[in-house]
């Protein structure tokens, strides 16, 4: 079964560093794109970015980039999203999620599998 | 980077038909996706390129484009599609947006 697992909740004050993670399995990990994606409580999805573990090209949302960086660590089929100074306005549940691959074997721009999702409180 | 407009809410009695507009210059050239997400659970994708529904996916969902707007039909809609929306695209750099989302109240 494919699956994406992700770490557990976290809670933390404002200045602090994160980085949380999400693990696949069932798949070839590092032939898919993982993206990750925001959602403040109460409201919307918001993309981030998304990216290639074959060779770590990421792209980002202009309203993250420079605020979170995205990463993955081949070994352990695992990517990340990491903040170096946390903010209140971080606080928000974080989805990871891997792209549709169509019928025809082909990608699409589009999320099928989610993580959990994890949620991160920060106190000011 | 662009943006994509739904409207904040729609309501439906059980039975009648639904549609949930997504709005957005990008739609003329990129497709348009769709999603279910329910409280407390994750996103569930509906609708792909437009108009293809993912296997397991009931055909009482669909979509179309033209132009500029995209929009989600649910045909004899059901008290368990009383959910959230939102449509999603991308652009060209490889750069993917959601639409605000749309809030669904089965009468």
């Known amino acids: 079964e494919v699956q994406l697992v992700q770490s557990g909740a976290e809670v933390k004050k404002s200045g602090e560093s994160l980085k949380i993670s999400c693990k696949g399995s069932?798949?070839?990990?590092?032939?898919?794109?993982i993206g990750w994606v925001r959602q403040m409580p109460g409201k919307g999805l918001e993309w981030m970015g998304i990216i290639y573990p074959v060779d770590s090209d990421t792209r980002y949302s202009p309203s993250f980039r420079g605020q979170v960086t995205i990463s993955v660590d081949k070994s352990v089929s695992t990517a990340y999203v990491q903040w170096r100074s946390l903010k209140a306005s971080d606080t928000a549940k974080y989805y990871c999620?891997?792209?549709?691959?169509?019928?025809?074997?082909?990608?699409?721009?589009?999320?099928?599998?989610w993580g959990q999702g994890t949620m991160v409180r920060v106190s000011s | 980077s662009y943006e994509l407009t739904q409207p904040p809410s729609v309501s439906v009695s059980p039975g009648q038909t639904a549609g949930i507009t997504c709005s957005g210059d990008?739609?003329?050239?990129?497709?348009a996706y769709w999603y279910q997400q329910k409280p407390g659970q994750a996103p569930v994708l509906l609708i792909y390129k437009d108009s293809e529904r993912p296997s397991g996916i009931p055909e009482r969902f669909s979509g179309s484009s033209s132009g500029t707007t995209a929009t989600l039909t649910i045909s004899g809609v059901q008290a368990e599609d009383e959910a959230d929306y939102y449509c999603?695209?991308?652009?060209?750099?490889?750069?993917?947006?959601f639409g605000g989302g749309t809030k669904m109240t089965v009468l």
């Open positions: 999620a891997r792209p549709f691959v169509a019928p025809n074997g082909n990608w699409v721009d589009a999320f099928d599998i």
């Open positions: 069932g798949y070839n990990f590092i032939n898919h794109w």
């Open positions: 999603q695209s991308s652009d060209t750099s490889g750069i993917w947006v």
């Open positions: 990008a739609l003329t050239k990129q497709y």
